[in-house]
Nanobody
Framework: QFQLVESGGGLVQAGGSLRLSCAAS????????RFWYRRAPGKEREFVAS???????HYADSVKGRFVISRDSATHTVFLEMNSLKPEDTAVYYC?????WGQGTQVTVST
């Protein structure tokens, strides 16, 4: 079982940037694929980005070219650098690891 704690959310104007972090703790025995999801108000949770154990990244089309996922394997932390933010990026952002979800961090992008 893992514990995931997200941080870095907040209120930002459109065009701005935020950097989210997700720290993992618990019985971590290796380097796992890591994921970011988000849930916008009134919508289903959706995939945002992922990074494999070997460093391969994937992004939702809606964030491609604006968001960058990275990791620090030594500290089991994954990051999501969000640039050129849009109001439609407003959501609660969650990290995911092997069946476990964090509590989420709110990102609000104002016009």
């Amino acid at each position: 079982q893992f514990q995931l704690v997200e941080s870095g959310g907040g209120l930002v104007q459109a065009g701005g940037s935020l950097r989210l972090s997700c720290a993992a703790s618990g019985k971590i025995l290796g380097i796992y694929n890591r994921f970011w999801y988000r849930r916008a108000p009134g919508k289903e949770r959706e995939f945002v980005a992922s990074i494999t154990s070997s460093g391969t990244t994937h992004y939702a089309d809606s964030v491609k070219g604006r968001f960058v996922i990275s990791r620090d394997s030594a500290t089991h932390t994954v990051f999501l650098e969000m640039n050129s933010l849009k109001p439609e990026d407003t959501a609660v952002y969650y990290c995911f690891l092997k069946g476990c979800w964090g509590q989420g961090t709110q990102v609000t992008v104002s016009t």
